[in-house]
């Protein structure tokens, strides 16, 4: 009942109405220890997300409890929803005050980006503005309001074209894009900035922050098919570009494949693809990890006080790829579409393998990406098929 219930710890979650933004919210709504605030300028995703991750929590947490829920935890799918860009300084400064006399804010999951890498070389001015500016006037504001804890989602990108197959999180950092470039200085500003705050004793006083890149390719949708992923404008990505292909939204004859003269058994690039959903849950238990006094903090950072700070970095994948060719057959399957390729010219800045090495984040956070690539269809599929323009 709810007079035995921790009360809500606030949890803003910058990006939240986006694909993996809302999917965070979603499995951090179902926790119910969570007052969630959105922080979203919609430039690539839809207000309307954010209400039907309520619903959906809200249909669920009644489905589940065979009593009246709480209150708390009833309010606790509620989402607290501010359109508002994350370079407007004052803005962010205002929601952030605005918390002072309810506990402040907890926690940030920092997800807000631009994010594609053709684009970002034709307008780095705006790529860098957005994915970096941002985050420095984010990070100010944090310790303008002592908000001590941080997950940054970073990328995969950021490894550029990576020495070894799996990637582990000492790889160097190489962004081979400017998108890349953006996610690369966002994690050494954020590692700059939890070194400044040790204290002499080199314990980490009042800054703790835990970053990941997402390394692949997050893909799939919620089972119930309520939400999923809707870019503005035509899809980029290869696929919800197939999903749209199946559903008829996207025209396009046949499916152009961007080079099969890569050095993987099938000539076409290879890419981790994890579900959505355990995408989600690596950051929602990343943030579990920044709670002082859990075992999980203590696992996670008893090595590294000492050494950079109270920062880690978690690759969170399933371990093994799939070519873009496996990725077609994957689709075929699950919409009954029959795809046909043409195979033209590399795109510029594709790397021919990113798989990650989930060893790290497997042993300390207990991360894990159970769903196969036939569930990531079929939920992506039936998203589509149930959306067929998204929220729109
Ligand atoms: C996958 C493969 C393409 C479309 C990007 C960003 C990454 C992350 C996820 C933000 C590649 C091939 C694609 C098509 C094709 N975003 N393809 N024809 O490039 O691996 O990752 O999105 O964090 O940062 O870089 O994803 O889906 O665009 O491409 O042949 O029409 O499919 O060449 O090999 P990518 P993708």
Redesign the pocket.
């Known amino acids: 009942n709810s007079n035995s219930q921790e009360p809500l710890k606030n949890v803003l979650v910058t990006g939240g109405a986006g694909y993996?933004g809302s999917h965070v919210i979603y499995t951090l709504l179902r926790t119910h220890k969570y007052k969630v605030i959105s922080i979203d300028n919609y430039h690539n995703s839809f207000p309307a997300a954010l209400t039907r991750v309520s619903e959906l929590a809200l249909t669920e947490l009644k489905a589940a409890s065979d009593s009246q829920p709480s209150t708390q935890d009833i309010d606790s799918t509620a989402i607290d929803v501010h359109e508002c860009d994350l370079n407007a300084a004052s803005a962010v400064r205002s929601i952030f005050s605005s918390y002072s006399s309810k506990g402040g804010i907890w926690g940030v999951i920092h997800i807000a980006?631009y994010?594609?890498?053709g684009e970002s070389s034709e307008i780095p001015l705006t790529y860098y503005a957005n994915n970096v500016a941002a985050t420095i006037s984010l990070l100010q504001t944090m310790q303008e309001f002592g908000c001590m804890r941080l997950i940054y989602?970073?990328?995969?990108?950021v490894y550029g074209v990576p020495p070894d197959i799996p990637i582990k999180e000492e790889t160097r950092r190489e962004g081979d894009?400017v998108?890349?470039r953006t996610?690369v200085m966002c994690e050494l500003i954020i590692q700059d900035f939890c070194d400044s705050v040790m204290n002499d004793s080199g314990k980490l006083e009042d800054f703790i922050s835990s970053y990941f890149?997402?390394v692949?390719?997050?893909a799939g949708a919620h089972p119930s098919g309520y939400i999923g992923e809707h870019p503005r404008g035509r899809p980029?990505?290869?696929?919800?570009?197939l999903a749209h292909m199946a559903v008829g939204t996207v025209t396009d004859p046949v499916?152009?494949?961007?080079?099969n003269d890569?050095p993987t058994p099938d000539g076409?690039?290879?890419?981790d693809y994890l579900h959505i959903l355990d995408l989600a849950a690596g950051h929602v238990v990343a943030l579990q990890a920044l709670e002082e006094g859990s075992e999980l903090n203590a696992k996670v950072f008893a090595s590294s006080i000492q050494s950079q700070g109270r920062f880690k970095a978690y690759n969170l994948g399933k371990g093994h790829g799939m070519?873009?060719m496996q990725?077609v057959d994957a689709m075929r399957k699950a919409t009954g579409h029959d795809y046909k390729t043409e195979v033209i010219g590399?795109?510029r800045?594709?790397?021919p393998e990113?798989i990650a090495d989930p060893a790290l984040a497997r042993a300390e956070l207990g991360f894990d990406a159970p769903r196969d690539l036939e569930t990531m269809c079929r939920d992506l599929w039936n998203w589509q098929v149930k959306n067929p323009t998204g929220y729109e």
């Open positions: 993996i980006a994010k594609a890498v989602s970073s990328s995969a990108t894009s998108y890349g996610k890149p997402p692949f390719q997050p980029e990505n290869l696929l919800p570009l499916l152009k494949v961007f080079g890569y076409t690039c290879i890419r070519s873009v990725i590399r795109r800045g594709d790397v990113l």
